[in-house]
């Protein structure tokens, strides 16, 4: 096993004229050193794109399995649209959080001034900004960096929606479903999607744009089924709307125990959770300064606004007394009343129910098999994996390499000439490289839950593992992002008014506020037994307890990995007198035009192991150096020119 250590010292001053210049001409062929390229302009993700993937995450099963929940545990229609309501804000709180965060963390330095330059790898940064103690050496190896690469290694992923799918198509298509085909066609999506974002970055965004349009039709259709349900077109079907929606009606009766309240709010941040997913490939976002806020909130306003439209649909169809029955799926119920009665003797609503919630699945896959295997590739970065090279390095598997090779081979040429001389089919259009190291290690992440999960009846599995997911990676470690920002803005040293420019104090200490106090949510309650009302829905085959047990587990495992890199490294210190740093050598330029904000182009770090004596050219044995007494002072990143070993 290879072990490494990250070094992340703040940038050499580079400019968009000087930047080749500081990069070493060997850092191509040295075996040691790890580049990056951000895709070209024309490969960039536009803000239709971004819109996408925020789309795409966030309308996931939770729309259609959530809904009938919420009733259930406030026993009011009333108090349940007012929850979504309370939902859709708390989003749009961490939409802003992470708008701030996500352009103005990290600091570089860039022709002399520096400044937030928008970087890929989402939670992983601003952890890194934020928390750099305990650490290894001087924002070296942080513990808050591996606790979070650790996590959302072993549940970053999409094997439980895998399941999902699998269980999904096959009740659509009215085949038995047995644990062996769920499991196989779990790991052959899971492939397939990896493969997908291997071969062709542009055709798994076509996908993910794809399938965002196709879900917010979906959303758009069941609104629309209402209204003409509503009006009688349906068969035996009749409107509920006045009953429902009455206001003494629609508050009569409601819930008086806390606890079901609580857990009806978690459902509605499990719906609303994903929309995140830009800050993982914030690097490769076109004009990020423009189109990543704009696209972050106009897709977040758009999907609450149809979680909002769709609550009311289901509620304005469905019977009052049904909506409450523990026992009732209040989205297929939907279904049931509208689609399935337009014809008899079969299961017409049921089996579109289905349908739906398998496009939402794979859709999820799509999105976060290429969201997530960059935020890997960001971990295998700072030096707490094995083969760091292999899990961080770009290689080009592309569609464009495969056309190369068809127009080198004559036999092939001449068959498919009229392809191959079409300018769409030109190798330059479809060359570009991917994290295929990072797509191999979630593959097999994703492949090690599917299979550790098999003795676990599937559609349990799949509410065990996502909920295991929203527990440790995004409430919890939302939590400290949340109280992050309250402390960058409440502590005077680290000026962050001036760093943040642009963003409104008041509404970034309120957005990180309730976003604390969502977060919080369920990392405290789910140590609660669920009520009578939840009991069902919670009672996956496993203890109630399992999510948090198992969240905390892989929370303590990130520590236990940080002692172990610390304990091998010092021991490794002390007997050969070298520490392993990391080098790293960004180039930055001006977004086009010419005079547009600066963005990162390429990176290369360098891995070594560096004789104590050696680190005195720019930093000594403690991470103390040109920049130590910067950090000192809370200062965050110091500027300092890298003497780069040959």
């Known amino acids: ?48 794109d971004v819109g996408c993937l925020v789309v795409n995450r966030m309308i996931g099963t939770g729309i259609f399995s959530s809904v009938g929940l919420v009733v259930k545990g406030t026993q009011s229609v009333g108090v349940s649209l007012i929850f979504w309501f309370f939902g859709v804000i708390y989003c749009l709180a961490g939409v802003h959080l992470y708008i701030e965060y996500g352009l103005s963390v990290p600091r570089r330095q860039f022709e002399g001034v520096k400044q937030g330059i928008p970087r890929s790898g989402g939670d992983l940064n601003y952890l890194q900004y934020v928390y750099r103690k305990p650490r290894y050496r001087k924002d070296t190896v942080l513990l808050s960096v591996t606790t979070f690469g650790t996590v959302f290694i072993l549940f970053g992923n999409v094997a439980g929606n895998c399941i999902y799918f699998a269980v999904k198509v096959l009740q659509a298509s009215n085949a038995e479903v047995t644990n062996s085909a769920v499991r196989g066609i779990s790991a052959a999506v899971a492939l397939f999607t990896c493969f997908i974002h291997t071969f062709s970055r542009r055709g798994g965004i076509l996908l993910s744009n794809l399938f965002a349009i196709v879900k917010l039709a979906m959303l758009f259709l069941i609104i629309i089924t209402a209204i003409v349900a509503a009006t009688g077109a349906f068969p035996e079907t009749k409107s509920y709307a006045r009953e429902n929606f009455y206001i003494k009606h629609s508050f009569h009766n409601a819930s008086n125990q806390a606890n079901d309240y609580a857990n009806a709010f978690l459902l509605i941040i499990f719906t609303f959770s994903g929309f995140e997913q830009p800050n993982y490939v914030l690097g490769e976002i076109s004009k990020p300064r423009r189109n990543f806020p704009v696209s972050m909130i106009t897709s977040v306003s758009v999907v609450g606004l149809l979680y909002m439209g769709v609550n009311i649909a289901y509620m304005a169809i469905v019977p009052g007394n049904e909506q409450i029955d523990i026992h009732m799926n209040l989205a297929e119920r939907f279904f049931e009343i509208t689609f399935g009665r ?16 398998a496009i939402s699945s794979f859709g999820n896959i799509v999105v976060m098999t290429y969201t997530a295997a960059r935020v890997k590739q960001e971990v295998a970065k700072e030096g707490i994996l094995p083969f760091p090279q292999f899990f961080a390095k770009n290689r080009d ?83 400290f992002l949340a109280a992050g920002i309250l402390y960058l803005r409440f502590s005077s040293k680290q ?26 949510f369920p990392v405290t309650v789910a140590w609660v037994e669920p009520s009578r009302v939840f009991k069902p829905a919670s009672d996956t085959g496993v203890k109630w307890y399992l999510v948090p047990l198992l969240s905390w587990c892989a929370i303590a495992f990130g520590a236990l ?50 004789a104590k004596e050696n680190l005195s050219d720019f930093q000594d044995s403690d991470g103390r150096g040109d920049f130590g007494s910067d950090f000192a002072h809370g200062n965050g990143m110091a500027d300092f020119n890298y003497r780069l070993p040959r």
């Open 397 to 479: 598997f592309s569609f464009g390499r495969l056309l190369r090779w068809a127009h080198r081979r004559p036999a092939i040429a001449l068959l498919l000439s009229g392809i191959l001389k079409s300018s769409w089919f030109a190798p330059e259009h479809h060359t570009e490289k991917t994290p295929v190291g990072a797509l191999v290690l979630h593959f097999a992440s994703c492949l090690i839950m599917i299979l550790a999960t098999y003795s676990v009846e599937p559609s349990n599995a799949y509410k065990l593992l996502s909920s295991v997911y929203t527990y440790a990676v995004h409430a919890f470690f939302g939590n």
């Open 495 to 520: 000026q962050w008014q001036k760093k943040a420019g642009g963003i409104n104090p008041f509404l970034s200490v309120t957005a990180a506020f309730i976003y604390l106090v969502g977060s919080l």
């Open 1 to 48: 096993m290879t072990l490494t250590t990250a070094l992340n010292g703040d940038h050499p001053r580079i400019s968009d004229s000087d930047s080749d210049r500081y990069r070493p001409d060997d850092f191509d062929n040295d075996p040691n050193a790890i580049v990056t390229n951000a895709p070209e302009e024309p490969f960039r993700l536009g803000r239709f």
């Open 561 to 610: 990995w940080w002692l172990g890199f610390m304990t091998v490294a010092k021991r490794i210190e002390k007997r050969n007198g070298t520490v392993f740093t990391i080098q790293r050598e960004p180039a930055f330029q001006r977004d086009p035009p010419i005079d547009g904000a600066p963005i990162q182009v390429n990176e290369t770090v360098y891995l070594s192991w560096v």
């Open 342 to 357: 337009l014809s008899s003797g079969d299961n017409t609503g049921q089996r579109i129910f289905n349908a739906f919630l």
